[in-house]
């Protein structure tokens, strides 16, 4: 699972391939302003620039995000997403995805509006089926959440990276995430996936 952070810097590449493609790839400054915008994100981060190239590196390992090195006029490194083919996302789940890393558990409704500028949903139910497309791979990407006190309409969350607050989550085929191994696991394949990332800069 990525973290908080990876999945902010993920959720922003996708984002931005979509909506400002003449500005994409983005330059180190231009993705952590996209990190930190105070708009279209929760929450609000302040990230560093070496946060942002930390969870670039680690995700570039993981075969996530690629550098695009200066050309064409370009004097600075760039940095594009490639997590849309390492998982085989259509435009349709990459939109979703995007959508999830960047504002946490939303409705269907919100999904549909906020997605608006990245993909064009017909429907709220072809909202619904992306999802439950996202929900049924192996392993899950997103779970359909118990309603919240005073809220009339359920909410859905990505599993790609850790959330700011946990949220409980609804019956699912999803198995729960959590006891010691699990944690063990998923240190392991992050200190892997750093070894990997040191080893390329060491090349």
Known sequence: MLSIIEGRVLGCLLEKERTTPDQYPLSLNALVLACNQSTSRDPVMALEAHDVEAAITSMKAAGLTRL???SHGRSVTRFRQVADEHHGWTQAQSAIMAMLLLRGPQTLAELRSRTERQHDFESIDEVEDVL?????TDPPLAVHLERAPGQKETRWQQ??????????RAHSAVAPVGGLADRVNELEARVARLEAAIADLLD
């Open 68 to 70: 695009v090195h200066p």
């Open 132 to 136: 439950r497309e996202l929900a049924a």
């Open 159 to 168: 599993l790609l990276a850790e959330e700011a607050e946990p949220v409980p």
